[in-house]
């Protein structure tokens, strides 16, 4: 018996340091990834504050313009598949956010959300783009709405897609109980010891079961989406950055009510099946944005852009009144 328990525990042993070992990953060079995925319209833009963001314009130049921001963990690649569907209506600058894509890490290590909206108004300035209208995934439409919010006269409309929202206490308690599953690797982040080991150990079944969490229809979570995720992840500064952004953010201070003084009219787009962020939190934003258009797509999730973006695509041209 003693050695079947010697023999257990050494095998034990031997696969928790395989299965260590197996999911322990080495930067990836910044030159390396840019050579991979940035393509002939993929362009860097270098800050004042020495940061170098990865943005794309296309589309009509003399259209009106879109600012695309994706969510957390997530790149500007997240739009790939709707872009072509609006080009030939809109000017579409969608942007590798401050510690993700292949913007990664920057020089001040700041990846709040006003960090954000700085990169926004600096890449929009370099653009001589006066107005425009911001669509925001997830995270990314949380930044796109408080934007709205500081930037009033700039913002010509608001397109929230499964955005992050802000309640009062008991809204969030009713929004976290229909809320399922999150991505395990958000869970973990949330403690200090294992954001730092997960600093180094970042295995690929992470971002798999991340994008399978996202996105209703297994078949959406490719292999080769999957993969992307994780190489972006690991390029050269990006894990702790991406930490960083996770274990900083916090909008505890805000009320609801600030968003009766958003401007814009806002189209909100949410999936039912959203895993990430309920669907409930787009009708929260709905009843506080007053002038706002709400839908909700069945049988999809937390990336609608992505999962049916011929539908998204003809949503934004409606509320545009834009006619095929």
């Known amino acids: 018996m003693k050695n079947f328990l010697k023999y257990l525990t050494l095998s034990f042993f031997i696969l928790l340091v395989i299965a260590v070992y197996s999911g322990t990953y080495l930067d990836i060079p910044r030159d390396k990834l840019e050579a991979k995925y940035a393509n002939g319209v993929s362009e860097f833009l270098d800050l004042k504050n020495g940061s170098r963001i990865h943005y794309r314009d296309e589309g009509d130049l003399y259209k009106p313009a879109i ?3 994706h969510g957390f963990n997530g790149s500007l690649f997240n739009f790939e598949r709707m872009v072509p569907l609006l080009s030939k209506e809109f000017r579409l600058i969608s942007i590798d956010l401050p510690g993700f894509g292949l913007t990664g890490a920057i020089p001040s290590m700041d990846y709040s959300t006003q960090s954000s909206i700085l990169v926004i108004n600096e890449l929009t300035n370099h653009l001589g783009i006066e107005k425009f209208s911001i669509a925001g995934n997830s995270m990314g439409g949380g930044i796109a709405w408080r934007y709205a919010l500081e930037n009033p006269k700039k913002t010509q409309s608001l397109i929230l897609l499964a955005s992050s929202g802000i309640y009062s206490s008991e809204e969030r308690l009713q929004i976290e109980e229909s809320e399922r599953e999150s991505p395990l690797v958000w869970k973990l982040m949330r403690s200090n010891f294992v954001s730092y080991f997960l600093s180094l150990y970042t295995p690929k079944f992470f971002a798999t079961q991340g994008l399978k969490t996202s996105v209703y229809d297994p078949n959406l979570a490719t ?13 050269q500064g990006s894990r702790e950055a991406i930490l960083s952004r996770f274990s900083k953010q916090n909008y505890n201070d805000e009320k609801p009510d600030i968003l009766k003084k958003i401007q814009a009219p806002t189209l909100i787009i949410h999936g039912r099946e959203d895993n990430i962020i309920s669907f409930k939190s787009s009708i929260n934003l709905d009843q506080y ?13 937390h990336l609608p852009m992505y999962e049916t973006p011929a539908r998204v695509a003809d949503d934004i041209k409606k509320f545009f009144q834009i006619e095929d």
């Open 289 to 301: 944005i007053q002038n706002s258009h709400l839908v909700i797509y069945p049988n999809i999730g």
């Open 67 to 69: 600012i695309l921001l």
């Open 223 to 235: 292999k080769e989406i999957a993969n992307q995720f994780h190489e972006l992840t690991l390029m």
